[in-house]
């Protein structure tokens, strides 16, 4: 968490000293909706939640690399067991995503994509209802590949994108992977 710290500080510092205009960054809310693919589990069922975190972005022409740091709460249901199952997952995240201005209306609104890593630190993983004697048993190291397309209007900044987990998460013989989408919306500061 520190070293999540001290790269916002870095980067904040780094934005200031800029005066051309190649660094933004700013605060992000957004909304989820999000699935745990189990080995195990059946009629997943996508729930929602939010993220709430900031982003930091480099232009270079028409090419961009944003790195976002933001809080995830999710959740999503499952049966087992026959039984109907609700999981609550919260996570830190960071991004690392390379971008491209695809089509520019005027200087201050283009259509972009991106693609990149993600890395997701599980805070809590916890099943509500259901069967009692399912217990969570999970790794917190998540990394996690992001696709998305997205619009800036004026300092408004508005993505939608798709989360795939790469890592099995569960530490049982079963395998579990995080799936989501989430919605943004930010406002550029600088």
């Known amino acids: 968490m520190k070293q999540i710290l001290l790269l916002l500080v870095v980067f904040a510092v780094i934005s200031n000293a800029n005066a051309q205009k190649i660094f933004t960054f700013g605060p992000m809310v957004g909304y ?9 589990f ?9 993220a709430l975190g900031g982003f930091l972005r480099f232009d270079i022409k028409k090419w961009y690399l944003q790195p ?3 809080y995830l709460s999710s959740s999503s249901s499952f049966d087992h067991n026959q039984s109907t199952t609700d999981a609550h997952l919260k996570s830190v995240n960071a991004d690392l995503l390379l971008g491209y201005r695809i089509f520019k209306f005027t200087d201050l ?16 993983l916890k099943y509500k209802n259901g069967d009692p004697t399912l217990n969570p048993n999970y790794s917190s190291d998540n990394v996690l590949l992001n696709v998305g397309a997205g ?11 798709y989360q795939r ?3 099995d998460i569960d530490n049982t013989s079963n395998s579990m992977h995080t799936n989501a989408f989430l919605i943004t919306a930010g406002f550029k500061i600088l």
């Open 165 to 167: 987990g790469l890592t």
């Open 32 to 40: 989820t909706t999000s699935t745990l693919d189990n080995s195990t």
């Open 151 to 161: 619009i800036d209007v004026w300092k408004f900044t508005f993505d939608l994108k």
């Open 68 to 70: 976002n740091v933001y």
């Open 42 to 50: 059946t009629n997943n069922s996508a729930g929602s939640g939010y």
């Open 109 to 124: 609104t283009y259509i972009r994509v991106f693609a990149g890593p993600s890395y997701s630190n599980i805070n809590s």
